[in-house]
């Protein structure tokens, strides 16, 4: 089965990079992605990357993809105060009948200090 | 843009009771997703729907059941209420054989008493 692994938690300092990382087992995901929670509130997708692709950016978020070791990580460029939130790594592919169902890691909470 | 809609927000319940809760997808989106998400826990999948046919099973309570309408919305009831059960319910959309990335509403906070 799917199995996606994170750290629990990661603390920065306003303005610095954050690197969230992810580690995923199955093999036949299609897509990955980055999800924010912030508290109270419902997962946001911040971005993704498709499983052939190694990189993607999008304004201060880079998503890198290494598919032969499973590794999926964002990084945060000029982390903010409003970049505090549970970041959740996801995939999703290979489920029966090509419904995209998605698998959740279980998340990192990125808390940056002013 | 539309985005998923879910109702109610916040639900309170006491135990052995119902509940119903109710999604609405991104227009055109024709498949619909259920996940559970305990304090402190990652979202953990249900159910989901594709053409108002069950399309995958996840970690569904037998007390739980869901079906997804003509006009593509979904309810998800719930029976004989357990403490257990508060969560947050997420529903999510998705068009399948498009982009297929799925959209998530901002959730229903359950909570039984």
């Known amino acids: 089965g799917e199995d996606v692994e994170q750290s629990l938690f990661l603390s920065v300092r306003e303005g610095d990079s954050s690197v969230i990382n992810c580690t995923y087992t199955?093999?036949?995901?299609?897509?990955l992605y980055w999800y924010k929670q912030e508290p109270g509130a419902g997962l946001q997708l911040l971005t993704y990357?498709?499983?052939?692709?190694d990189m993607k950016q999008d304004q201060r978020l880079t998503v890198l993809l290494n598919k032969k070791d499973k590794h999926l990580s964002l990084r945060i460029a000029d982390t903010q105060t409003g970049d505090s939130a549970i970041y959740f790594c996801?995939?999703?592919?290979?489920?029966?009948?090509?419904?995209?169902?998605?698998?959740f890691g279980t998340g990192t909470k990125l808390q940056v200090i002013p | 843009a539309a985005g998923v809609i879910q109702s109610p927000r916040h639900l309170i319940k006491e135990k052995r009771e119902t509940a119903t809760l109710k999604c609405y997808p991104i227009?055109?989106?024709?498949?619909v997703y259920w996940y559970q998400q305990g304090p402190g826990q990652d979202p953990q999948f249900l159910i989901s729907?594709?053409?108002?046919?069950?399309?995958d099973k996840g970690s569904i309570p037998d007390r739980f059941s869901a079906q997804q309408f003509s006009d593509y919305h979904s309810e998800l009831n719930m029976s004989s209420l357990e403490l257990g059960d508060s969560a947050l319910y997420f529903c999510?959309?998705?068009?399948?054989?498009?982009?297929?990335?799925?959209?998530f509403g901002s959730g229903t906070q359950l909570s039984v008493l």
């Open positions: 999510a959309s998705s068009l399948t054989g498009g982009n297929e990335k799925l959209f």
């Open positions: 199955d093999s036949s995901s299609t897509y």
């Open positions: 990357i498709f499983s052939n692709m």
């Open positions: 996801a995939e999703s592919g290979g489920s029966s009948g090509g419904y995209q169902k998605v698998t």
């Open positions: 227009p055109r989106h024709d498949t």
């Open positions: 729907f594709y053409e108002k046919m069950q399309s």
